[in-house]
T-cell receptor, first 115, second 117 residues
Framework: QQQVKQSPQSLIVQKGGISIINCAYE??????FPWYQQFPGKGPALLIA?????SEKKEGRFTISFNKSAKQFSLHIMDSQPGDSATYFC??????????????FGTGTQLKVEL | GAVVSQHPSWVICKSGTSVKIECRSL??????MFWYRQFPKQSLMLMAT?????????EQGVEKDKFLINHASLTLSTLTVTSAHPEDSSFYIC?????????????FGDGTRLSIL
């Protein structure tokens, strides 16, 4: 079954702190792993993405760490700001033998950054 | 960057009516678009893959006759919720992917909140 498990369900971080969200997948055919940020009443917006042949990718304050052998990947938000308060979804793309371009989403993490 | 526009953003209608939602790719041609459904505080669930010029591919458990999808051009896909009932109330989101290159992500519209009275 193509599942993506995401944790924690909710997270409270102090301003300036590091927010860490974890995901685990089952299907080794997944070939692309994006993270999306969603504000209430809006569609998801792409934050950062990684392919399985790379162990880490950094864009500004956002970093993806990828562990192919463990089938896990995580999002780190450095210097978290109140404006980062949103729901974050990890996702995995099917790949040639795993569903093509379809995305399977994690269950979401509601992040709140407090002053 | 790539922009996907969805219309309307919010619709309220009576039970039994049909509602059409449009999804447009504004600055690129999308041979494939995706339709998702999202309940409050839950994740996105893929409903169907919309293919330009051919029939949509529906996910297991999604009623084809209930959720009609038409992808008549490279920039427009429509989702029609037929004979809508209160249980169809949800947040419907479309996405589109730039077809060239292997690492092109899906870009999402801002969703349509459908409320059936």
């Amino acid at each position: 079954q193509q599942q993506v498990k995401q944790s924690p369900q909710s997270l409270i971080v102090q301003k300036g702190g590091i927010s860490i969200i974890n995901c685990a997948y089952e299907n080794t055919a997944f070939d692309y792993f994006p993270w999306y940020q969603q504000f209430p009443g809006k569609g998801p917006a792409l934050l950062i993405a990684i392919r399985p042949d790379v162990s880490e990718k950094k864009e500004g304050r956002f970093t993806i760490s990828f562990n192919k052998s463990a089938k896990q990947f995580s999002l780190h938000i450095m210097d978290s700001q109140p404006g980062d308060s949103a729901t974050y979804f990890c996702a995995s793309r099917g790949g040639l033998t795993g569903g093509g371009n379809k995305l399977t989403f994690g269950t979401g993490t509601q992040l709140k950054v407090e002053l | 960057g790539a922009v996907v526009s969805q219309h309307p953003s919010w619709v309220i209608c009576k039970s039994g009516t049909s509602v059409k939602i449009e999804c447009r790719s504004l600055d690129f041609q999308a041979t494939t678009m995706f339709w998702y459904r999202q309940f409050p505080k839950q994740s996105l669930m893929l409903m169907a893959t919309s293919n330009e010029g051919s029939k949509a591919t529906y996910e297991q458990g999604v009623e084809k006759d209930k959720f009609l999808i038409n992808h008549a051009s490279l920039t427009l896909s429509t989702l029609t919720v037929t004979s809508a009932h209160p249980e169809d109330s949800s947040f419907y989101i479309c996405s589109a992917r730039i077809p060239t290159g292997g690492n092109q992500p899906q870009h999402f519209g801002d969703g349509t909140r459908l409320s059936i009275l």
